[in-house]
């Protein structure tokens, strides 16, 4: 099993609302560690130091909001961005948001996999993001609300047994040992029933289809349960898809240079 370390670093110019940065860091800990890890196959350690001290080969998760200042910083290891102020639509805290991406980040820490739906030609190809198909679905871990994520079955043609556990029943005790296992699916929370399909109400997926401006050329595009076709947004990892990593390594303004020209 493949072990990185995560650091959770803040610049934040105000508390969050919510929990505090130390417990979310601590829940995140053992989500990764007893949830997504396993199903995965990657460990991580994650903390949030109180210096600014830490090895340059740790990972990073990053807490920024709209008057974070603006500076010029190297990336030197995969950087997850959260901005705690920027919450999607329905999302009910910053947590979420901060689980979401770090889970996307140790499943693809470059925003460089993809996988097909089927045989090719004739098959679609989606972005490796976990947790983009059951957006807005939560589970909670020491009064802590994270996000819900797929399984590697999801990205395959016949779903297999999940091997997570679900969320404990409403009003109960949050006792890991008492959550029941989920019916085999595809996500952790056994709310999907097959490959490739997004949850009602908030999934979406990135597939890389003909343009829409110019059919002679293939771009990313966000796909919403209903079929639609959204905007993938400037501030997005699906966004990086479009750029050069050269391009998007200097950490720029609280973006990833490029992101906002397209490469």
Known sequence: MVHVNVVVLSKLTRTPDGPDIDTVARSLQEQVRGDFGPAWGVDATVSFPSDRYYSHRCWRL???????KQENMTVEAPTGIVHVDELP????????EASHVLLELLADPFSSLAACSGPMPGSSIYAMEVCDPCAGSTYVIHDVEVANFVLPSWFTRAPTTSIGRAAAPAGAEDDFSQRRVPPPGVDYLGLLEAPFQLLQGGGSTGVLAADPGDATRLSWQR????????????KTRLSRRHTHVDNWAMYNGWTLSGWLTGG
Do not use: C, F, K, P
């Open 223 to 234: 796909r919403l349960a209903s079929g639609q076709v959204a905007d993938i947004g400037d």
């Open 89 to 96: 639509e329905g999302s009910r805290s910053w947590s979420i």
């Open 62 to 68: 990053l807490l920024v909001d709209a008057d974070s």
